[in-house]
């Protein structure tokens, strides 16, 4: 080639290569991305197949608060525009069945300050109020002939009374609360607070050109869950008619005509122990799909199982054996449109993926393989969608078609195009005991080969739950902050079974620990974790677990326990789990229920033996696990001189949601951990073996 061939050539090239669009600077996660994250949820199928309505929230930091807003994409994806926006918050998009109304529920200033349904024409022009109903509106439900909702509503509180104008009483000083009594067996709940006799949520009928409200029936029970027939002449719903419900939980299948002040018929009974969730009418309206759980014992492992039941109430309800025999838990259960066949979501070991059974008989099929993980399936004329995403990706909604997913909506595209996400891997092991276990290691970002690295424990709760194949805002803050995080999804987790689900029952704080000790020795193992640079933690079980690990394994240099407890006994009464004490261990007056609760209690009763420094947290106004759980433990720990320090969050409840404290968590974790792992191994305290 001559030299001017040559020039020319290398020209071309430069000229090409300036016109390739440059690679993207990618960077750590940081605390400010986190305000600029999005929530996507509810997402929900037009009736002619043309749009999916979803919610998106974001946080607004200057009024430290979360808003969410309804949002609509069209199914090819390329349209996706914002419907609603108000200083409150939007929320429950339902089409109206005849494609005229896109409807929501928000709290937005209009006739009333409370929670009400609200429509939009889509012909265009402003948001209407439609309802102005006294109490809490939970939920609510379009007939098919777009004429009626079916509400769900709480009744007002009898002693509220509106604030006089400013905010307090006419005197201007705030006015007296009456006492709260109290006269039932579970009395709280987290969230609602104290559980007082007397009030109760019923299913109204709300007409849509009058206003008129009605109560569907005069029973006195709480009912809910409520699910038009595809001819609109009935409506099902969950209620539960025990003489003492708070003893006997299980809520059972109704049917009642939709007309006011109908007789509902029972469809199930005490041996079906049906949930709360959504019930599915078959297209010709002869049956009803429900799911069916376990025994009260273990209710706190409970595995839904698939149920149908004829809504005339001629026969007993029937499990289907293909879902039966694949022993994992299963959710969203629907009719195909010859109602020939059931699609559902399966929980099964780090995935949750669709599947199908057909009700002539056969297994079951797989719609999509994992690793995957989805959820709100929602369908109507050509459109199925779902909400996924990954360990690497946020949660977006996708169309689901011949077993793929196809993005429709990116929220958080612009965000995560110039982020470093750390990379997630499967990881397997055997406990002491030989039962194998699985988890997922995220690694820190950026990381290389060989290179040992802090580790964090990071502990699941529930412990009816599991770590998936999903984005984690935690995990990838740790790894952007250079640590590993390893998250073990111990005995006691849902995706694995039956067996190992139940496999803690009345003997918690045994199998668990044994599994993630034996998750931090293999990633050890691995050659990925230091072992001089541990720590440990989690929220709720995740927190007592915690405890557990800490008073049993002193390889630990940090840990922090959010929401926990380890001197179990001194829980009964003052949290929301009294039926689960009294049935899976017993009432602490019985011996044999005293020397398990004794045996529970490990973590408290031998505190002497921690020595890892310890961050207690917590919600002020928790009824799952009150804060007296996390203050014992700490009051314990400063008593012995071991580093430790108590955080509580004012006037939050279980889970941590004011965004100010969400990041405040963040930076006190990622601060402790730093305090006694970011130190060199050679001044770091030698690993000690176990004691226990």
Same mark, same amino acid.
């Given at each position: 080639?001559? %030299? %001017? ?30 305000? !600029? ?28 608060? %979360? ?23 939007? =929320? ?16 937005? #200033?209009?006739?009333?300050? &409370? ?37 769900? $509503? ?21 006015? %007296?609360?009456?006492? $709260?009594?109290?006269? #039932?067996?579970?009395?709280?709940? &987290? ?23 009605? !109560? ?45 002040? /109908? =007789? ?15 019930? +599915? ?6 049956? $009803? /799909? ?28 029937? #499990? ?44 079951? +099929? ?5 690793? $995957? ?69 995220? @690694? ?80 050890? @193992? ?5 072992? &001089? ?21 002193? #390889? ?86 071991? &580093? ?49």
């Amino acid at each position: 080639m001559s %030299t %001017t061939k040559l020039f020319h050539a290398v020209v071309l090239i430069l000229a090409w290569t300036a016109a390739l669009p440059a690679e993207v600077a990618r960077r750590p996660l940081k605390l400010d991305d986190v305000a !600029r994250m999005r929530e996507v949820r509810d997402p929900q199928c037009s009736p002619d197949g043309q749009w999916v309505a979803y919610v998106v929230a974001a946080i607004d930091v200057k009024e430290d608060k %979360t808003n969410s807003h309804v949002w609509m994409v069209s199914f090819d994806g390329r349209d996706d525009r914002q419907m609603t926006s108000s200083q409150e918050s939007e =929320t429950s998009p339902r089409w109206s069945p005849d494609g005229k109304y896109l409807s929501f529920t928000s709290s937005r #200033r209009g006739k009333t300050k &409370d929670n009400q349904v609200w429509l939009l024409d889509r012909n265009g022009g402003e948001a209407m109020q439609l309802t102005e109903v006294k109490g809490r509106l939970q939920s609510y439900e379009w007939s098919p002939d777009s004429k009626r909702l079916a509400l769900v $509503i709480g009744d007002p509180d009898p002693d509220a009374e509106p604030p006089a104008e400013g905010g307090g009483s006419e005197t201007g000083r705030p006015k %007296t609360p009456k006492p $709260i009594v109290i006269d #039932r067996y579970k009395f709280k709940q &987290d969230g609602e607070g104290y559980l007082l006799s007397g009030r109760h949520s019923y299913i109204y009928l709300f007409e849509i050109a009058t206003k008129k409200l009605d !109560r569907l029936t005069a029973g006195k029970w709480d009912e809910a869950a409520p699910s038009w027939s595809p001819d609109g002449t009935r409506i099902a719903f969950m209620s539960n008619h025990a003489e003492d419900a708070d003893r006997e939980p299980s809520s059972q299948v109704f049917v009642a005509e939709a007309k006011p002040g /109908a =007789t509902e018929r029972q469809l199930t009974h005490e041996s079906s122990r049906g949930g709360r969730s959504r019930l +599915e009418w078959s297209p010709n309206g002869k049956w $009803i /799909a429900f799911l069916q759980g376990d025994e009260k014992k273990y209710g706190a492992y409970d595995m839904d199982h698939l149920a149908i039941v004829a809504s005339d109430g001629s026969g007993a309800p029937t #499990r289907v054996r293909a879902v039966d025999d694949l022993d994992r838990g299963i959710s969203a259960p629907r009719f195909s449109a010859d109602g020939k066949s059931i699609t559902f979501l399966v929980t099964d070991d780090r995935s949750v993926y669709p599947a199908r059974a057909e009700l002539a008989g056969g297994g079951v +099929e797989r719609l999509m393989a994992p690793p $995957i993980v989805v959820s709100s399936p929602t369908v109507a004329a050509g459109c199925s969608a779902v909400l996924a995403g990954g360990a690497a990706e946020p949660t977006e909604v996708y169309a689901m078609q011949g077993g793929a997913l196809r993005q429709l909506t990116r929220q958080n595209d612009a965000l995560f195009a110039g982020l470093e996400i750390a990379a997630t891997e499967e990881v397997s092991f055997k406990s002491r005991d030989g039962t194998e276990v699985h988890g997922l290691l995220t @690694k820190p970002a950026g990381y290389a080969a060989g290179a040992k690295v802090p580790l964090l424990l990071r502990i699941h709760g529930g412990p009816n739950g599991q770590d998936v194949h999903s984005f984690s805002l935690e995990r990838q803050w740790f790894a952007a902050n250079g640590y590993a995080v390893l998250a073990v999804n111990y005995r006691g987790s849902a995706g694995r079974g039956q067996k190992y689900s139940r496999a803690i029952f009345a003997d918690w704080g045994h199998y668990e620990v044994e599994d993630l000790r034996a998750g931090v020795d293999h990633v050890i @193992k691995m050659g990925v974790a230091d072992p &001089d640079r541990l720590g440990v933690g989690g929220w709720s079980y995740g927190g007592i677990l915690t405890d557990y690990m800490i008073a049993s394994d002193v #390889r630990f240099k940090a840990a922090t326990s959010g929401a926990g407890t380890a001197f179990t006994v001194s829980l009964y009464g003052t949290d929301q789990y009294i039926i689960q004490y009294d049935h899976e261990i017993g009432p602490p007056w019985k011996p044999k229920a005293w020397e398990t609760y004794v045996k529970i209690s490990y973590p408290f009763l031998h505190a002497d033996r921690i020595k890892t420094p310890t961050l207690f947290l917590g919600g002020e106004r928790d009824f799952n696990v009150p804060i007296q759980g996390g203050q014992q433990m700490y009051q314990a720990l400063r008593s012995l001189g071991v &580093d430790t320090q108590l955080v509580i969050y004012p006037n939050e409840n279980h889970g941590i949601t004011r965004p100010s404290y969400v990041r405040d968590r963040l930076e006190r974790y990622l601060a402790w951990y730093d305090k006694y792992l970011k130190k060199t191994p050679a001044t770091a305290s030698a690993a000690t073996p176990a004691v226990r």
